[in-house]
């Protein structure tokens, strides 16, 4: 395809989201590198996340841009369009790879570096999202959220959790001062698990680096924030039946995940490349069928628009912490880590992805009451 043929595939392609190439609105898009444009067609959104890496191309309010673009259905106008549609499919634009699992999430993202994580979140260390509904701060964001969690499971002094995917140890370490509970955190991450310790030091917390697949005992509660994006569709029954194996017959079982409207095998491969390697966002069904004859579903909180509010604080933390952290990182990550940040709070704002909050039990037991948020 001829290089302005591609610029007026790209330009029609953009229209339909009210951006112009070049334009003089905050979220247009401005082209540096007019190669920009066949990159977009033979790599697809591995090409334009990577072409923004580069500085090919840049954008006032990314945030804004993104949103734009999630809100209309591109897909949908493509096929609309018979000549748009054949020059997308000649070119693979959506030929998306499906995920490898060559690479461990936890060396590529969660180990970057703790100073970058320090200077970017709230002062517990949280990387999920907040609950913003009477928090005007991200410190407050995330606080409520842990209090939201205990209130949700019902936990009480003495309780045993097993929490999957435990981060820096910020929910036990909560659980544990707060409710007097005593917690197993289990992580994929050297770095996470180093400071996990020495955050929960003295207190009933054990953090360990291991597989939530690997673990044995019986728990009150066994919960998740933020794995299930991990997990992989091929394994989602297999986390059902390990935390099936692992809840005491009365307890309760937690999931905080990212959610997709529509169920995928196949993840953004920008992201895949760059962020968060092997990972995918589970939809409705997914879940559902997964948990099927092992747990009832008591309750489903739906609040993904305070993932961009979250993602937002991140990212001015990140930018008031640039200049500090500069002398340890490059230009290119500056840039990989501001497009990632923001490019996903356009699309929590435009709800093309979810927050969730689900309750689970097993059968028989009496039902808890979920009418906390």
Known sequence: MAKNKEKSVIEELLQVAGITINGHKPYDIQVHNDNFYKRCFSDGLLGIGEAYMDGWWDCVKLDQLV?????????????????????????????????????MVGEQHYDVGNDLYTAMLDKRMLYTCGYWKNADNLDDSQEAKLELVCKKIGLEPGMTVLEYGCGFGSFAKYAAEKYGAKVTGLTVSKEQAKLGCEMCKGLPVEILLEDYRKINGKFDRVISIGIMEHVGYKNYRTYMKRTDNALKDDGIAFIHTIGSNKSSTIINPWTHKYIFPNSMLPSISQISTAMEGLFIMEDWHNFGEDYDKTLMAWNDNFEKAWPDLKSQYNDRFYRMWRYYLLSSAGAFRARAMQLWQIIMTKPGRKQPDCRIA
């Open 67 to 103: 949103e734009r673009v999630s809100r209309v259905n591109i897909r949908e106008k493509i096929e609309k369009n018979w000549k748009l549609a054949w020059a997308i499919l000649k070119s693979r634009i959506f030929n998306l790879q499906k995920i490898s699992r060559a690479f």
